[in-house]
């Protein structure tokens, strides 16, 4: 055995695979792995913002207008794919969202069902019409976009949390059947990140939203999509099951005691 480390994976040899890439996390690990020299798949229900994309990289990015939520557009996109992008061996199935923060006997019931239809829904429809292609040529990592809120819950978190537990257990359960497969697992699972999410959650409030991230430094699209990249880019004997990752200034919620009034 050499003690020597196993050198990390070349970029230029990958193919990824984006959902929700118009913005935020997707669309800065889009540029990350094109930066690098990878191909990339930007898929999206706003094409405009997948446009800018492709014309900040050419033909190098491969783009897709469609709705996660939709199973049959996600096969018809695998299947449609053009050649040089056909033998993706990345998939991040990053698209996501929270909307409200109401306690949940005060919520809308459709904001639970979009919430379940994107983060459950679409995250495996994603994952299912995807990686039977992996699987067949031997080699691929499947990547989601969990969150801190998957183990630790906080007051109007109710259903985006329950969501989250759920990519955390999928991607566990995913590994279990891919194990020796030669595709990878991983579920990343940030903690506050400033983007547009809390603007989706708060319907467009951008005050409300602006006042998440006040006087403190939270992460950025950015940083995540470095860890996102540092994962892929292992040698292929190394898998990160997890990977959780906080702002500095961001620990764990403590536990909350309702005290009567006296």
């Known amino acids: 055995m050499s003690d ?6 070349n970029p230029e040899t990958l ?3 984006i959902t929700g890439a118009s913005s935020g996390i997707g669309a800065a690990v889009a540029r990350r792995f094109a930066q690098a020299g990878a191909k990339v798949i ?3 229900r706003r094409e405009d913002r997948l446009q800018a994309l492709k014309d900040e990289f050419g033909a190098r990015i491969h783009i897709a207008a469609l709705d996660v939520r939709d199973f049959a557009a996600m096969k018809a996109l695998v299947a449609d794919l053009p050649e040089p992008f056909r033998n993706y061996n990345v998939v991040f199935a990053n698209a996501g969202l929270a909307c409200g923060l109401d306690p949940a006997y005060e919520a809308k019931v459709e904001d639970w ?3 379940v239809s994107t983060n459950v829904s679409g995250l495996m429809y994603t994952v299912l ?3 039977p292609g992996m699987v ?3 080699e691929g990592h499947v990547l989601l976009t969990g969150s801190i809120a998957g183990d630790y819950p906080y007051p109007g978190g109710h259903v985006y949390g329950a969501t989250k537990a759920f990519a955390k257990q999928f991607s566990l359960g995913l590994w279990a059947d891919l ?3 030669g ?3 991983t579920n990343l699972e940030p903690g506050m990140v400033e983007t547009e999410f809390s603007v989706v959650r708060f319907r467009g409030d951008k005050g409300r939203a602006d006042a998440v991230y006040s006087d403190m430094e939270p992460m950025t699209a950015v940083d995540i999509a470095e860890q996102i990249f540092f994962c892929c880019t292992r040698p292929r004997h190394v898998n990160i099951n997890r990977l959780q990752v906080m702002a500095s200034q961001q620990s764990f919620a403590p536990y909350a005691v309702k005290r009567r009034p006296r």
């Not at 020597?4 to 994976?9: E, F, H, Y």
């Open 42 to 44: 930007a898929t999206a």
């Open 183 to 185: 595709v990878r697992v």
């Open 4 to 9: 020597a480390a196993a050198p990390m994976l």
């Open 136 to 138: 067949a040529r031997g």
């Open 113 to 115: 069902d979009a919430m």
């Open 15 to 17: 193919t990824v695979l």
């Open 179 to 181: 194990a020796g497969t």
């Open 129 to 131: 019409a995807t990686l």
